[in-house]
């Protein structure tokens, strides 16, 4: 079978975009990550990890500094600053400190997260305090 160069490129950029980068549990990484590929990550880092693709952090994965990605499934352990473009999905193991800022959000039973999570292109909301809910009401 032969292939003229075009379909040669194709193919070749077929498998670069779906490459995923592994780190395996027996892997400590401290530092920068910058990549354009997925990443998956069963071992432990230590860093900020930037990427266009999507993040997977395993049941035994852990990541403390900060994670900018476009998707990302957790089942493992992030103590810091998370913020997915599209959609973050926390599994039941999932165990979040620190400040999560996503698209979309889905979370399963069992997850702990102690963060403050906000939702790209949502409103602000401001707490009223019991005086303004007071003068709110009475105008008219």
């Known amino acids: 079978m032969a292939f003229n160069l075009s379909n040669n490129k194709q193919m070749q ?7 995923i980068d592994i780190i ?14 997925d990443f998956r990550i069963d071992g432990k880092v230590e860093g900020t990890i930037s990427t266009t693709g999507k993040v997977v952090i395993g049941e035994e994965g852990i990541v403390s ?18 913020d997915v473009a599209g959609i973050l999905s926390l599994k039941s193991s999932a ?15 069992g997850a702990s997260v102690d963060a403050s999570i906000s939702m790209k292109g949502a409103k602000k909301m401001k707490a009223l305090s019991s005086n303004e809910k007071i003068n709110s009401e009475k105008t008219a």
């Open 95 to 109: 165990r979040i400190e620190g400040e999560v800022v996503a698209g979309k959000l889905a979370v399963e039973s």
């Open 13 to 19: 950029q077929n498998r670069e975009s779906n490459k």
């Open 65 to 82: 500094g900060k994670i900018i990605c476009e998707n990302s499934d957790v089942a493992g352990t992030i103590k810091g600053n998370l």
């Open 24 to 37: 395996e549990k027996t892997t400590v990484i401290v530092g920068n990550i910058t990549s354009q590929a």
